[in-house]
Structure formats: C-alpha cells, structure tokens
C-alpha cells in the first residue's frame, strides 16, 4: 500500500475512534455547567470537522488509489448491530442532551433563517438527529477501514464503500454545523 494512503488510513481510523470518544462525553455527569457544554459540543465540532475532512481528502486521492477489481458480486450491508448501536445512542441522547442546562442557554443566532435553529428543541432535533447517524457510520467505517489495511490494499468495491460511507458521514456533518458551531460558544451560555 502507497505510504500517503497508509498514513491516510491510519488518520481516518484514530478520526472515527476520537469521535466516537468525543460523542461518548455526553453521558458524563460533568456537563452540568454552560462552560461545559460550550467545551462537550466544540469537541464534538472539532471531531465532527475532522471527519469531514477526511471525506475530502479521500475524494483528492482517490484517483491515485490503485483498485483491483472486485470479484464476483459485490454489495455493502450494513448490520444490523450497528443499526441497533444508532437506535440507542439516539434514544440515551435525547435523554442527555434534553437533560443539559438549556434554561442557561440562548438559542437566538445571526443565521436564524439560513439554519432553522430558533429554538431549543431545534437545536436538540438537529443534534438527536445527525450525530447518531455520524456515530452509526463510524463503526462502519471503522471495520472498512480494518478490512482495507488487512488486505493491503483496496478492491474497487471496498473503496466505493469507504467513499459512500464518509459521503454520508459528512452530509449529516454539513447539516449539524451550524448547531454545533453556536452551542460551543461560550457566550450562547450564560454563567
């Protein structure tokens, strides 16, 4: 395997790990001050934002990536535990997230009209939402990604599902932004 793609895979990797640490955060009983949360949903952002970028610069590799062909049929299942994974992070998130110090925090933004994000239960939908389906993907991801460096190297197939997956991934990245850009700043909460 090409050292850029090696060094590309293992970045992805510790990427899809960290998020998931990051997302994991909330479940701590540490956010119960508006400076925590400030702090819990920048990481997320950070996290979220690397991920991101790691969607593009596979788009930018991709056609130096040499691809043997896939043999025989070839289809990308997801399963089901990881969809059961989703299903509960998303139920204990909105139990978490609904449970934050909201009564500290101002959901008025500069964007209103661009990002729909009027009120706090906006703000929650938007987050309840998207970041389970970014967790959900991770651990897709996380097992093409062991696949890829196992094997030495991509099938035409395997490559087409790492693209697909961070495609997804970011697209929920892209419509949680703006949310998670206004809860990381420490002057949406009041002390």
């Known amino acids: 395997m090409v050292k850029a793609l090696s060094n590309y895979l293992a970045g992805l990797d510790s990427d899809l790990r960290n998020y998931r640490l990051d997302m994991n955060r909330v479940f701590s009983r540490k956010l119960t001050l508006p400076r925590h949360c400030a702090r819990y949903f920048f990481d997320v952002l950070t996290s979220t934002s690397h991920l991101y970028g790691d969607y593009l610069r596979l788009r930018k590799l991709e056609p130096t990536i040499p691809a043997k062909p896939t043999l025989g049929p070839h289809a990308s299942v997801t399963p089901a535990r990881s969809l059961r994974e989703e ?8 139990k978490r997230i609904e449970a934050l110090p909201w009564s500290r925090f101002d959901p ?3 964007f209103v009209e661009e990002n729909q994000l009027r009120t706090q239960a906006d703000y929650v939908n938007t987050l309840v939402l998207h970041l389970p389906e970014i967790y959900g993907e991770t651990t897709k991801l996380r097992r093409r990604v062991r696949d890829v ?3 030495g190297g991509f099938s035409d197939g395997r490559l087409a599902d790492l693209l ?6 970011a697209h929920h990245a892209s419509y949680c932004r703006h949310a998670l850009e206004i809860l990381s700043d420490e002057n949406s909460w009041t002390r």
């Open 149 to 151: 460096r196992r094997e």
């Open 87 to 94: 299903l509960s992070i998303r139920v204990r998130m909105r």
């Open 108 to 110: 008025r933004n500069s």
């Open 164 to 169: 697909v997956g961070l495609e997804h991934l």
